[in-house]
């Protein structure tokens, strides 16, 4: 079981860890700053004893870093290890912003997530709805920006299972989770928005910056895409 430290502190940069064993060309630790892929979030990359992390991924309880060949640890080794801080800040930044987004949204028209892809560039979410267009999308970005001024706290804490499935409106994220956790995560956006989520978010929300749409699809009859960047 890898020691999440990203959960600790989400603005960890550099750490130290030891050399659990290797995976093909992974590597797997007893502790990381890395965020792996997952929730719709890209991983953090970066490096581990100056080798290059290209990607990192979660299988089970473990988080596997990989590494651009060749690699050289050894079970034991004492290594450091360093996050691409301004990609990474830039997830985070795009996450909450994501997280409001998806607030905004339901608000307005009831609508529910349906996927979503946050990377450091450009991030989408997909949301079940029939009906809109571009002056809609600045209409709830203008309405995201406005709520991300405020300079809303980013909490989290962790709730029992129970607890958080009789607390509405995190009864259907939390129904999302695999079946076998029996605390959840949760990530509360000021009195915006608050979800089971384990991902990595800003602790403020004045960190966020200028969000802007960039554009819409339609992805079937009642999926609508909306993709947008922070600036
Ligand atoms: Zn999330």
């Known amino acids: 079981m890898t020691r999440k430290l990203f959960w600790e502190d989400m603005y960890l940069r550099e750490f130290?860890?030891?050399?659990?064993?290797?995976?093909?060309?992974?590597?797997?630790l007893d502790q990381t700053a890395f965020n792996p892929r997952g929730g719709g979030l890209v991983s953090d990359t970066g490096t581990v004893q100056?080798?290059?992390?290209?990607?990192?991924?979660?299988?089970?309880?473990?988080?596997l870093h990989r590494i651009e060949p060749p690699t050289t640890f050894k079970p034991g080794d004492l290594v450091s290890g360093t996050l691409d801080w301004e990609r990474r800040h830039r997830i985070m930044r795009m996450h909450t912003t994501a997280h409001i987004l998806s607030s905004v949204v339901?608000?307005?028209?009831g609508a529910?997530?349906?996927?979503?892809?946050?990377?450091?560039?450009?991030?989408?979410v997909d949301f079940n709805l029939e009906s809109f267009d571009k002056e809609k999308m600045s209409a709830y970005i203008d309405?995201?920006?406005?709520a991300a001024s405020r300079g809303l706290d980013v909490r989290t804490y962790f709730m029992k299972r129970d607890e958080a499935m009789a607390v509405p409106g995190l009864v259907k994220l939390a129904k999302a989770a695999p079946p076998t956790l029996d605390v959840l995560r949760i990530v509360e956006i000021g009195d915006v928005d608050t979800q089971a989520d384990g991902g990595v978010h800003v602790k403020n929300t004045s960190e966020i910056g200028t969000v802007v749409g960039l554009r819409t699809e339609n992805k079937g009859k009642s999926n609508r895409r909306m993709y947008f960047t922070v600036r």
């Not at 339901?106 to 028209?109: F, G, I, V």
């Not at 309405?143 to 406005?146: A, D, G, H, T």
């Open 16 to 28: 130290t860890a030891r050399v659990e064993r290797n995976e093909g060309d992974a590597v797997v």
């Open 50 to 63: 100056g080798a290059r992390v290209v990607e990192v991924t979660k299988e089970g309880e473990e988080i």
């Open 112 to 124: 529910l997530i349906t996927g979503n892809q946050i990377s450091p560039e450009e991030s989408r």
């Open 106 to 109: 339901n608000r307005e028209t």
């Open 143 to 146: 309405s995201v920006n406005k």
